[in-house]
């Protein structure tokens, strides 16, 4: 039987979510997932558009959809920015909904791997062994996670980053594209490594770090 779930976000990862849900009925028996539609506080006419051509209801604001809901659904954020994504999964967690755990079935996982609630695994991401994932992380098309590393809540990595092994990602951190993490660092919360940024120490918690080696821009 199909779970019932939503996607928050209509804009370019939330559609990549709905790719993924799709790749996931298709390589199961029968399909696991029934997208109920997508919610959106302001999803551009474009966007709009492009739902319609695939079929997938556009449900409304969140606030529209919590009041009208008329039960607990399971639901994705389809939301890149960290900090946005944590207030809507609250919101959504407080009206008694669940995050759901999505892979691609071409995301591969080694042992002892932990996933949280809410997060997304896209085409391509590698994840070795012994690594914590936590809440409502986004892992990008082809993203990997080396060996013993923890990544916490509300995490995007980004197209192509790589975290290296023995490493700690906090919070809210965001990995741009092809962003790449060494060694045995820790990126501290809320911070950003920049897109093509090769981090060589560990960052501090709300700085933004840029360039090979990364340096850093300023505090958040």
Not at 64 to 74: E, H, K, M, N
Not at 103 to 114: F, I, N, R
Not at 122 to 130: D, L, M, S
Request: proline share 5%.
């Amino acid at each position: 039987m199909s779970t019932r779930i939503v996607i928050v976000g209509g804009g370019g990862f939330g559609r990549e979510v709905i790719d993924v849900i799709e790749a996931i009925n298709a390589a199961a028996p029968e399909p696991l997932w029934e997208l109920v539609g997508v919610v959106d506080d302001s999803l551009a006419p474009d966007n709009r558009e492009r739902l319609a051509k695939r079929s997938i209801s556009y449900l409304g604001t969140a606030d529209d959809f919590l009041a009208t809901c008329g039960g607990p659904v399971a639901y994705a954020v389809g939301i890149g920015a960290p900090s946005v994504r944590r207030k809507v999964a609250l919101r959504f967690e407080e009206g008694g909904h669940s995050g759901a755990i999505l892979l691609h079935p071409s995301a591969t996982m080694g042992s002892e791997v932990t996933i949280g609630a809410g997060t997304v695994a896209c085409a391509g991401v590698r994840i070795t062994t012994n690594i914590t994932i936590g809440r409502h992380v986004h892992l990008n098309p082809n993203v990997t996670v080396g060996h013993d590393t923890s990544v916490g809540d509300f995490v995007s990595l980004n197209p192509s980053a790589s975290i290296s092994g023995d490493c700690v990602v906090e919070s809210g951190v965001l990995v741009g594209v092809g962003g790449i993490v060494l060694n045995r660092l820790r990126v501290g919360q809320d911070a950003v490594v920049g897109g093509a940024a090769c981090a060589v120490r560990d960052v501090a918690p709300g700085t933004t770090v840029v360039g090979v080696p990364a340096r850093p821009l300023g505090q958040r």
